[in-house]
């Protein structure tokens, strides 16, 4: 059983190492979306792509650590809390710091993604106000009546896009 826990603690410890990781990708990936980096936005997204695969194979690896620890605990239901219940005194105290560690971690990676996502929509709003405003040109001239006439500029760009 001792074998079980100790292997959990140590796919958390990387799972949460890795997180931290990700939260320090996307706080960059914020920034060069702020400064309009898109070619820096698309290497942070190919890492993250890379990180997101290893933290499925990490989780499958916790879930198997996970079941492995429940069933020598005899626990019912075999949550994360009632193993940290269950656990003796010297591990319960470092699950429930990583428990509590990765719960703010993942707080902060969900608002950080919020706030990107906020981010990209505002940009492609401003593409598309930008985008109305070069294909609603239009050229005033007076014709010659001495009358302003208006004359619709598509030229630029083809909406049709």
Do not use: W
């Amino acid at each position: 059983m001792k074998v079980a826990l100790s292997k959990l603690i140590k796919v958390l410890q990387k799972q949460k190492e890795l997180y931290e990781k990700l939260l320090e990708l996307g706080l960059h990936k914020q920034r060069d979306l702020v400064e309009g980096k898109i070619e820096a936005v698309e290497e942070a997204t190919n890492k993250e792509e890379i990180m997101l695969g290893q933290a499925v194979s990490l989780e499958e690896e916790r879930m198997q650590c996970t079941m492995e620890v429940a069933a020598g605990y005899a626990l019912q239901d075999g949550t994360f809390l009632e193993i940290i219940e269950a656990s003796p005194p010297g591990e319960r105290q470092e699950l429930k710091q990583l428990y509590n560690e990765m719960k703010e971690l993942i707080r902060k990676m969900d608002k950080l993604n919020q706030e990107n996502m906020n981010l990209i929509q505002q940009s492609l709003r401003f593409i598309d106000v930008t985008m109305d405003v070069i294909t609603q040109q239009r050229n005033n001239t007076y014709g010659n009546d001495h009358e302003m006439q208006s004359q619709q500029l598509n030229r630029i760009v083809d909406k049709k896009i």
